[in-house]
């Protein structure tokens, strides 16, 4: 299978963009990241080729999954033969939002908990 051109436009700590991550680290694949958070052109970039304000999105060899999950990206890896399916667990979940402690967290200028791997 050849490697798949991937950009992921993720927000520094979010329990959707962690699954995203999560799910192209399972895989093992090369990806682009641009924080959103970070960078705000990175932001304007995103909602420009994916027409809408919401992250996680991710662009897969020129195809944008807006608003996606780690679940959804997953399903679009293996539904288009880019990877082979695979049962290996995630250290994270990949389809659920921050949990409150991890807003609280993020409210306070502290890095949320239970992100393991910078995720």
């Not at 539904?79 to 049962?87: F, I, M, N, T, Y």
């Not at 995630?90 to 910078?118: I, L, R, W, Y």
Request: charged content about 20%; hydrophobic content about 35%.
């Amino acid at each position: 299978m050849e490697t798949p051109q991937i950009t992921a436009y993720l927000k520094t700590y979010c329990g959707w963009s962690a699954g995203v991550r999560a799910i192209l680290q399972k895989y093992n694949l090369p990806y682009t990241e641009k924080d959103i958070i970070q960078n705000p052109a990175f932001r304007w970039e995103m909602e420009q080729r994916s027409g809408q304000p919401l992250s996680p999105c991710v662009e897969i060899n020129g195809t944008m999954l807006p608003d996606v999950s780690g679940d959804e990206v997953e399903r679009f890896l293996t539904e288009h033969d880019l990877v082979g399916a695979s049962s290996a667990r995630t250290s994270v979940p990949t389809d659920s939002a921050c949990t409150d402690e991890q807003h609280a967290a993020m409210a306070a200028g502290v890095a949320p908990v239970n992100f393991k791997n910078g995720l």
